[in-house]
Structures are given as C-alpha cells and as structure tokens.
C-alpha cells in the first residue's frame, strides 16, 4: 500500500559529506533525526551528528566524552573473544555497552526550506557530564511562551535518559540536567499548556514487564514531571508491534492534539503513523492510524548506516501543510509534506 508522504524530489537534503568533523581525527558517519524549530523568520535544523573516529587494521576505535566535555578516543582489540559488534550502532564488551559513534548537535537554516547551511554565531551543542558521557541525540524543539524547550537523549554508561536545555536566543542556554531518568527517550512537549499545566510525551522501556510504549507527563513547571500515564502501545503483528515512541511536538487541530510518531517490527523497519489526542485532556485517544502514513521506499530510506528507517522529531505547519524533516536510515536527512485532511482520513475522523 502507498503512504501519503510527499517526498522532496530533492532527497536526500543533507549527507555526512556535506557538514565538517567537530574535531581532527573525527569523521561523520551519520546525519539522523533533526529537531525543527523557526526562528528569525528562518527554518532552522538542530540536526544530530554521529561521528567516531578513523579506523585502524587490528583495533576498534570510538569516541566517549571525559567529565571536563573533551572527546577521549578508547581502543579495543578487534579479536578479543568478549567483543561483539553485530550492530553498527553499539559495541558490547566484557559485559559493558558503548556506542559506536558519540553525536551532538549542529544548528541549520534554510531560506527556502531545502537548502541548509551553518549561520555564523550558533556553535553546536554536546554533551556535558557524566550523564551525557556518550553524547545527546534526536532533540525535539518545543516554542512555549517565547522559550525554546529542547529535550534530548542523553547517553552514557549509565543509561539512556531525557536531557533538557531552555532558549531564547540559541546562543546560550540552561541545563536542566536529566528530567526523566533511564531508560526513556523520545520527549517531546506540547507547545500550549492544558488548564494551567505543561504537558509532554515520552517513552519509557522496560525488558521484563510492559514494553516501548508512549507515556503522558505533567507539570506544573516544565522541568519536574509527574501524573504519568501510558496512552499508546505496540500492537501484536503490526507494523509497530516492536516499539512505538514520539515524534514532535503535537500539533493542536480542531479535532484534537494531532501526533506523529514512529513504530517499529520485530524486523527493525520504521515507519511513520499518527494519533489524535482530546484537546482539554491529552490522555483520551480519539483515534489512530492503522496502517503507517509513511513507511520505508527510497533508495535512500532502504540502505544507509542502518537501513529501513524513516524516523522524524521535527516539522512546520502551514494551514494544512505540514512539512516534515526526516532521518532516512540513520544516515540522511530528508524532507516530505503531509496533508492534515489526509491523515484525519486516515484516522477516521
């Protein structure tokens, strides 16, 4: 079946090669999961950048932040019997997990909503302490009440947590520290508040009990988060039968908060689907997409660091136009638009 995404004939948008190394002996490998926010009257990308460092015959190299920020490239030899690298994005060794590339990332704009390149003034953003030892990743960007929220994985030894840092000027920024401790990811906050109090989505994990599903948090400040409540599960033998997690923030319709999010198969494949939330309380789902809205086709969206995966945190609307800007399998960085009727057709509303 045909998903409704208009793909740009321009894909992909953005390649590894087309952005410079952070730091000598740093290549990148990977372009992935871009927030996006509009500032200055400008689209604007905060683009996550997987580097790690040159290879050498009879070693594995990868990067890892020390406490004082700086990048410290670990070695391991290739051949030890407790090193397993079946997965491009992690390393396991002698029970220990690390990844393969650290990211941070990197500031973009557009005049036309295509072409992208780095403003002078805006540095990229890394990660800071321990928490954050293995870089931060996917940001979504959230516009409340003329402050940027922008929550973000961030990765270390001691797991996988939600990070956050606050704006008004994309120049400097607060830390927040890790508002939603391991394992979760994949915040993205309501850009209005409901009868007085933030809102947000996010995903906690567990391997025992339950499993990838979409949570609802309040708060009464946007930093410290509470009332949690699971609103969207996977479904067994469906394309998002593996995980499911959010995508930005969600867009307020007259039907209802409209979400697009990501879902994943046994298979890895994602894809794209989307559910409607009750305007005055977000946890009632109105409706949700049964088959996905966009799904993997492309060349570029088929192969790539890891392949068949289209995945997004970021878009603009426009009327009923809503352009989003994807990863395209962890590699690229891609565009397509959406048409809101469309979709509600989809949900059935």
């Not at 030894?157 to 920024?173: E, I, L, Q, S, Y």
């Not at 109090?197 to 988060?225: M, Q």
Request: net charge negative.
């Amino acid at each position: 079946m045909k998903d409704i995404a208009r793909r740009f004939p321009e894909n992909p948008l953005l390649s590894p090669i087309d952005l410079k190394a952070s730091e000598e002996g740093l290549q990148i490998i990977c372009l992935l999961n871009p927030g996006v926010f509009q500032f200055k009257g400008k689209t604007w990308l905060i683009v996550r950048v997987a580097e790690n460092a040159v290879q050498k015959e009879g070693s594995i190299f990868f990067p890892v932040l020390n406490e004082l920020g700086k990048t410290e490239i670990v070695e391991l030899p290739s051949e030890h019997p407790e090193l397993i690298t079946t997965d491009p994005r992690v390393i396991k060794y002698m029970g220990l997990d690390y990844l393969t590339t650290l990211s941070h990332l990197r500031l973009l704009c557009t005049d036309d909503g295509i072409h992208f390149y780095e403003p002078q003034g805006y540095p990229p953003l890394f990660g800071n302490g321990m928490l954050q030892a293995f870089g931060i990743e996917d940001c979504r960007v959230t516009l409340l009440e003329d402050k940027y929220y922008l929550t973000f994985t961030a990765v270390s030894g001691n797991g996988v947590g939600v990070g956050m840092r606050t704006t008004t000027d994309w120049k400097t920024f607060q830390s927040h520290g890790m508002i939603l401790p391991p394992h979760n990811k994949d915040c993205a906050i309501f850009e209005e508040k409901i009868n007085g109090l933030y809102y947000c989505l996010h995903r906690p994990s567990s391997v025992d009990i339950g499993g990838n599903f979409i949570w609802l948090a309040e708060s009464p400040d946007g930093v410290h988060w509470g009332n949690h409540k699971c609103i969207i599960k996977t479904r067994l033998d469906n394309w998002d039968s593996q995980r499911v997690g959010a995508g930005a923030a969600p867009i307020k319709t007259d039907k209802g908060w409209l979400e697009i999010y990501h879902g994943a198969n046994k298979e890895h494949q994602y894809c794209l689907g989307a559910f409607l939330l009750d305007l005055n309380d977000p946890s009632k789902v109105i409706a949700r997409t049964g088959d996905p809205i966009m799904k993997p086709t492309e060349p570029y969206e088929l192969s790539g660091f890891f392949g068949n995966v289209v995945f997004t945190n970021g878009h603009v609307v426009d009327g009923d136009t809503i352009t989003i800007y994807y990863g395209a399998s962890d590699e690229f960085v891609c565009g397509a638009k959406f048409s809101i009727k469309e979709i509600f057709e989809k949900l059935g509303v």
